[in-house]
């Protein structure tokens, strides 16, 4: 019964930031693992970032490793991506994730993800 909807994507040049919002919503707040995804034309599906429910474990691709960060407000049951010195390659649709279960552990495959965004186009021109 969970929906969840990103945002904030856009065009920008190189080198600039933008925070993407996945908001998730429901009759109750699920305590399961949440990721974000992307996409790039061409290519598979691939992890940026997943982070336990409780915060105290994220995993980062290493190829946004200290560029994108995620961070998730619980009140307001909404994750995020802060993407800092974007480049070309970081162009992709970006999907949001979560996993249906608590029981889980933290992974970067998407198989293990049971609810999906509709995703936010992120543009970056140099």
């Known amino acids: 019964q969970v929906q969840l909807e990103e945002s904030g994507g856009g065009l920008v040049q190189a080198g600039a930031s933008l925070r993407l919002s996945c908001a998730a919503s429901?009759?109750?707040?699920?305590?399961?693992?949440m990721a974000w995804f992307r996409q790039s034309p061409g290519k598979e599906r691939e992890l940026v970032a997943a982070?336990?429910?409780?915060?105290?474990?994220?995993m980062y691709a290493e190829s946004v490793k200290g560029r994108l960060n995620v961070s998730r407000d619980d009140d307001r049951n909404t994750l995020y991506l802060k993407m800092d010195g974007l480049k070309s390659e970081d162009t992709a649709i970006y999907y949001c994730?979560?996993?249906?279960?608590?029981?889980?552990?933290?992974?970067?495959?998407?198989?293990?993800?049971?609810?999906w965004g509709q995703g936010t186009q992120v543009t970056v021109s140099s």
């Open positions: 994730a979560q996993m249906s279960t608590s029981a889980i552990s933290l992974s970067d495959s998407r198989d293990w993800y049971y609810y």
């Open positions: 429901g009759g109750t707040s699920r305590r399961s693992n």
């Open positions: 982070q336990t429910w409780s915060g105290n474990k994220t």
